[in-house]
């Protein structure tokens, strides 16, 4: 199976790394950017081939990863060469299998929301089907999502708060790690060890939340010992009023989803 990315950014190397990690053999990929620096880079890295949007547009697979704003201009130019044999699989937020279809009148089309963890094959992503998507390609996509992580078929009106916890979540928690780094220092640490320590605090977490079996709350709760340190740390966050803005920061992004939506 050809696969094609068009956009080797952020999101679309996440893919591509992923994607030949699981053993999908880079001589099967293309890649189309805007800039032929980036092209350079991903090909020598990954050991794919650099083509241009209309060699892609052959592909039996074709990725579309670019920025949303920049997704009209792609669209506007397929939108001659696209037949029924190319399944379009967009991870743009916010441009919907209506945009999609409305532009790509004969393709089969499947909206995706991914998120960056797939480059270490830890991902999650919602798999959206457009109305031509028969589910032979909706397993397809699912399974090349799969060799990522995981994923989960959806509505598409459900991915906007799929996008803010899983899409957009890595975020959050970097936000996270990177105060807690800032706080090690201010407490005396070098900035390599506290580095070391939450970088660590984060895998074994993380760890402990996919494979103990226990939940969020019970794992905090095996943290905190009465009257403690943890529970003193836990009551400044509560204090400083984290948890409420957490909730406020999901909000946001499942509302800026929507509206990215035209919603
Ligand atoms: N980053 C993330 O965590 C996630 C992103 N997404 C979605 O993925 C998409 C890409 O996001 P992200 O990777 O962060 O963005 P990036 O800007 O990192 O990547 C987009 C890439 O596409 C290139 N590009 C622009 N126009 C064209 C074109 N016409 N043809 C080929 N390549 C082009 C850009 O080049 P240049 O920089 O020169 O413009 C850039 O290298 C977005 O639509 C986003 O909504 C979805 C889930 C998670
Ligand atoms: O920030 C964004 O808009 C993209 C979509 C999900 C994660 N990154």
């Known amino acids: 199976m050809t ?97 999609l279809e409305a532009a790509l009148p004969d393709a089969s089309v499947i909206r995706v929301m991914p998120n960056t963890p797939a480059l270490v094959r830890k991902g999650m992503a919602g798999v959206m089907a457009g109305s031509k998507a028969t589910p032979e390609q909706v397993d397809a996509v699912s399974a090349l999502m799969e060799a990522l992580g995981r994923s989960v078929v959806i509505p598409e009106d459900q991915v906007h708060a799929l996008t803010a916890l899983s899409g957009s979540g890595p975020a959050y928690l970097f936000y996270v790690a990177e105060a807690m780094i800032e706080a090690g220092v201010h ?22 939340l996919s494979e103990s079996g226990h939940s969020a709350t019970e794992l905090r709760e095996m943290v905190t010992s009465p009257a403690g340190t943890t529970a003193a740390a836990l009551r400044a966050l509560d204090d400083h009023g984290v948890r409420s803005g957490i909730l406020a920061a999901v909000e946001a992004c ?4 929507e509206e990215m939506s035209g919603l």
């Open 3 to 99: 696969l094609a990315i068009v956009g080797a950014g952020a999101m679309g190397e996440a893919l591509l790394g992923g994607w030949i990690g699981s053993g999908i053999d880079p001589a099967e990929v293309l890649v189309v950017d805007a800039s032929a620096a980036r092209v350079a880079q991903v090909t020598a890295h990954y050991g794919v081939r650099g083509v241009d949007l209309a060699e892609a547009a052959e592909a039996e697979v074709l990725v579309l990863a670019v920025k949303p704003y920049q997704m009209p201009a792609v669209l506007q130019e397929l939108s001659g060469s696209i037949g029924a044999s190319t399944l379009v699989v967009s991870i743009a937020a916010g441009v919907t299998l209506a945009v």
């Open 187 to 208: 407490q005396g640490l070098s900035r390599g060890a506290a580095t070391e320590l939450v970088n660590q605090a984060f895998v074994g977490a993380g760890a402990m």
């Open 254 to 257: 499942t509302l800026r989803s």
